[in-house]
């Protein structure tokens, strides 16, 4: 079991999404970008959504942002109850042209969290992506 | 590539049913054959929409549904594009036998959920978006649709009674359909009232979890001709793909598998928007309608707000949009949804909508997608 993960990961680098999270975990977001067009990705794209080139460099980004849009939950999914109401949001990130959603917690309604709010990422737990306001 | 057709469509009532998901799926299957006039040994394949067959303690469909009429000999296909299943499956069924594999099929759609209740439904509904970013960040369905609402209603200056015209005309039209799961007359205050779900949206900005099952028979010209004179042509068929997850979007107002869909089918059809009579649209929620409308070139983007406060949207209007209540009010069994659309521009263009009839329609279109529009299909009709 053990040998067929290694072989796996190893021939389609799956270990990238928990590269990805240890980063989150750290406030920052690990983004790749195409070695061929730059055109910015989510660690977690494996092909160039610009011009399907498979190369990419990592770009260490600050998980800094904008609140582009959100939603406060009232009626969760199993596993918020505890944690209702919150927030679902959608934030574009400071210098670079890419967005990133997640988790806001304390959020009861909308004059907590007026569009364009600064925020950031606050880290990752069971909860998902946890977003926090600045 | 053989001209394709519809020659038969059935429905089950849409709603909370008792009756199992087989029951239902075989009851409209068979109203289907009925409508068209066939035989069941006629249909050369099945294609069987459903998402959650597990609720209900029976996935692999399709073999049931055949045995069940019949033709168990009959092969068959399950397809599951979250709220896009009936439209993906119609597609597939469409370019099968345009492509002459077959003459005619069963393209049959089902949902069975409602016993399972809210949070079943909350959660599961939740996997079928990009989990990793949406669901499993505790987003609902309604959460993301809201998300889309906030972002529309900032940037358009529109208003959530504005988001509220949509329920209430989906309502009155679903009034008239004797197969809607809400039948019920709602007012903008109604809505405005109703419990907030996912901020901006409430209670009554959200279709129902439904039961339901809707089949229809697609077959070549020559099959058509020489079992009805009551059919209609498919003539054009588009599909399309968005950014599974919203953040991915160039723009969070527009969805971009329902422009790619759409452009296809017109291209197909040598038609624009403004040749189409009516159309069945995807507002699982009030935004929705909104944005579709937009996408689909009805509108232009921001503008569907005013055509929805002038009425343009309404049965009588210059262009109405989902007679039959849509899924705000018809209901939404997501995987019979995209075949219910289907079976309703057939019962339009065929005069057998009675009271929600469209006047003088000639041409129908529907648009069907699944989670926040990763995936659509579009397709055009006409009469003959």
């Not at chain 2, 009030?286 to 232009?300: K, N």
Request: proline share 4%; net charge neutral; glycine share 10%.
């Amino acid at each position: 079991m053990q040998a067929a993960q290694f072989i796996y990961s190893k021939v389609y680098n799956l270990a990238a999404k928990e590269e990805f999270i240890s980063t989150i975990k750290s406030g920052k977001i690990l983004a790749r970008k195409c070695t061929k067009c730059g055109y910015l990705h989510l660690a977690t794209t494996y092909f160039c959504q610009n011009c399907g080139n498979k190369g990419f460099e990592n770009a260490l980004i600050e998980g800094k942002g904008t609140v582009v849009t959100y939603t406060i939950i009232t009626v969760p999914p199993a596993g918020y109850e505890k944690y209702a109401p919150y927030a679902w949001v959608v934030m574009k990130l400071d210098g670079a042209n890419l967005r990133i959603s997640g988790f806001m917690q304390n959020i009861k309604s909308p004059a907590d969290l007026p569009l364009g709010t600064k925020a950031r990422i606050a880290g990752y737990d069971e909860r998902g992506i946890l977003i926090e306001k600045l | 590539m053989e001209r394709v057709c519809v020659i038969g469509a059935g429905s089950t009532k849409y709603g909370k049913l008792q009756d199992s998901i087989t029951d239902i799926a075989v009851q409209a299957s068979v109203d289907a054959i009925e409508s068209a006039g066939i035989e069941p040994k006629e249909i050369q394949a099945g294609y069987i929409s459903n998402v959650f067959g597990i609720a209900d303690k029976q996935v692999h469909l399709g073999p049931v549904i055949m045995s069940n009429l019949g033709i168990p000999e009959v092969p068959s296909l399950s397809i599951e594009s979250a709220c896009g299943s009936g439209s993906v499956s119609f597609r597939e069924a469409y370019a099968n036998v345009a492509a002459g594999f077959y003459d005619a099929v069963l393209a049959t759609g089902v949902e069975k959920v409602t016993h399972t209740g809210t949070e079943w439904t909350t959660t599961y509904f939740s996997y079928c978006s990009d989990f990793f970013y949406e669901g499993g960040a505790g987003a609902s369905f309604p959460g993301l649709f809201a998300s889309i609402a906030r972002a529309y209603l900032a940037e358009f200056k529109a208003t959530e009674e504005d988001l509220a015209l949509v329920a209430v005309k989906n309502h009155d039209n679903g009034l008239l359909n004797p197969k809607a799961h809400l039948r019920k007359k709602i007012t903008v205050d109604d809505v405005m009232k109703s419990a907030v779900v996912a901020s901006p949206l409430k209670l009554y900005d959200c279709c129902p979890f439904s039961d339901g099952a809707s089949a229809v028979i697609i077959c070549n010209e020559k099959f058509a001709k020489a079992h009805t004179k009551n059919y209609i042509q498919v003539i054009g068929s588009g599909r399309g793909g968005s950014p599974a997850a919203l953040q991915g979007r160039e723009h969070l107002t527009t969805i971009p598998s329902t422009k790619i869909a759409a452009q296809a089918a017109y291209k197909m059809a040598g038609l624009t928007p403004k040749d189409i009579d009516f159309a069945e649209v995807h507002d699982c929620f009030t935004i929705a309608e909104l944005v579709d409308t937009e996408d689909l070139g009805f509108f232009e983007k921001g503008k569907a707000v005013d055509a929805v406060r002038q009425g343009m949207t309404k049965l009588n209007g210059a262009i109405p949009i989902n007679p039959s209540g849509g899924l705000k009010s018809k209901g939404h069994p997501i995987g019979a949804t995209g075949i219910g659309q289907i079976a309703e521009v057939f019962d339009q263009l065929t005069g057998k909508a009675g009271e929600r009839t469209v006047k003088d329609a000639k041409i129908g279109l529907t648009h069907n997608f699944g989670a926040t529009g990763a995936s659509c299909a579009v397709h055009i009709f006409k009469s003959v």
